[in-house]
């Protein structure tokens, strides 16, 4: 695989998202769980959704550029998905301009 795109894909990102979606049997393979994990397997599936956004290819290295700064601060689950929600956390609404 091309550096540029190994490091395009997180692995521990990636690993989660197909733990999460694509290596899960559909639910009429599975017995439904009773008590108390039930309630665990329902919070658990609620608690985010799989995405898709776009970015310019720019904005791409440089969210990748700041992954890897924090990587190399001794962030080691530092992704994009943390880090965009990390920026999401600070934002200031009143200092967005318009027709961004």
């Known amino acids: 695989m091309a550096e540029h795109t190994r490091k395009m894909f997180d692995r521990d990102e990636v690993a989660e998202v ?14 439904p769980p009773s008590g108390t994990r039930a309630k665990a397997l329902d ?4 608690h985010y959704k799989v995405i898709c956004i776009s970015l310019y ?7 990748d550029e ?14 994009r998905s943390a880090l965009i ?4 956390d600070q934002v ?3 200092k967005i301009r318009r027709g961004m």
């Open 66 to 79: 700041m992954v890897d700064q924090l990587k190399g601060r001794g962030f080691t689950k530092a992704s």
């Open 18 to 31: 197909l733990q999460g979606g694509f290596y899960v049997p559909a639910p009429e393979e599975v017995a």
């Open 43 to 46: 919070k658990e599936a609620l």
């Open 92 to 94: 200031d609404l009143s």
């Open 57 to 63: 290819n720019e904005d791409l290295g440089r969210l």
């Open 85 to 88: 929600r990390a920026a999401l």
